[in-house]
């Protein structure tokens, strides 16, 4: 009966063993869930003013990407008096030319912040864990996560956001740049019709009416990286995916941190579900992780990897 069964066996291990070693090529909605929820929670909010609650924040993203690279830093800056961090893990050759994938762990008032911008963070944490499993020895660039603090008002705009003092640190240093990635709310999606606004009511007749797709933002002239990056993101299946690239001016185009690094002419583009052109929930008490799209989300987190990946040897 033991000798019957043993083809049998083999066959279901070796399935088994290849599902493990896929595994690191997806994301994981279980993961996505986990880190938002943890993100999200109280006591306090995330804001600049509640220094607690937003560093207890930093420390769990600190102590996830320890748990998967003794590459994992924190960049202290203070602000009228208040010390900030930007927490940080990098993976491939010390020396390469660097990709910088960002996200900001703030939030605007009081409210849990679930898209904006748990949801890009859980992003940053399951890259982390995707890229620890991942063969980087051949990689010709470093990839460094950061996740950022204060992206938010009254910081917006202003040298002082998380990003820019990153950003600044990088040029004062002369570290060669390849490109930026932003991962600016990443998991909202509605399927009903006119779910979808934009800045310009004509981009509807390219673009169409419902939510039910992640966006690739980039500014005209943006570099190469971005050129390279977006059809790679955009081709690499899951989730439909759109690119827009337009002028500097129109609204929304550079309203994250990715404008820090356009700054020093660096190659950057913004990943995004198109904010308040679409989430009633933005900047609002409603913004909660219950309202986000963990199937597709994953999917959006796994393009990434996979582009990054791709351009990566």
């Avoid at 993100?39 to 990407?65: C, M, Q, S, W």
């Amino acid at each position: 009966m033991i000798m019957k069964c043993r083809p049998l066996l083999i066959v279901i291990t070796c399935l088994l063993l290849l599902r493990v070693n896929c595994y690191g090529t997806e994301a994981s909605e279980a993961a996505l869930r986990k880190h938002v929820d943890k993100l999200t929670e109280g006591p306090g909010y995330r804001t600049h003013a509640d220094t607690v609650a937003l560093n207890r924040a930093a420390d769990y993203i600190f102590k996830e990407f320890s748990a998967l690279t003794k590459e994992t830093y924190t960049q202290a800056f203070t602000v009228k008096g208040k010390k900030y961090y930007n927490v940080y893990a990098t993976f491939g050759p010390v020396n390469a030319p660097r990709v910088i994938i960002g996200a900001h762990y703030d939030v605007c008032g009081e409210q849990m912040g679930a898209d904006d911008n748990a949801s890009g963070v859980a992003g940053l944490l399951e890259l982390a864990r995707m890229f620890s499993e991942t063969d980087v020895s051949k990689w010709e660039v470093r990839v460094d996560l950061v996740a950022y603090s204060l992206e938010e008002p009254p910081y917006f705009g202003s040298q002082d956001m998380g990003s820019s003092v990153h950003a600044t640190a990088l040029h004062t240093n002369n570290t060669p740049i390849v490109g930026m990635v932003c991962l600016e709310m990443i998991g909202y999606f509605d399927d009903h019709k006119r779910s979808q606004q934009y800045p310009l009511g004509i981009l509807k007749l390219f673009y169409g009416g419902k939510g039910n797709y992640i966006t690739v933002v980039r500014k005209f002239h943006n570099g190469k990286f971005a050129r390279l990056f977006s059809r790679k993101f955009k081709h690499s299946g899951g989730v439909k995916a759109k690119v827009f690239k337009g002028p500097r001016w129109i609204t929304g185009i550079d309203l994250s941190d990715h404008r820090n690094y356009w700054t020093f002419g660096w190659s950057a583009l913004m990943i995004t579900d198109s904010a308040f052109y679409r989430n009633k929930n933005y900047h609002t008490e409603d913004d909660k992780p219950e309202t986000l799209d963990y199937f597709r989300m994953s999917s959006v987190v796994t393009k990434v990897y996979k582009a990054i990946t791709a351009l990566a040897t």
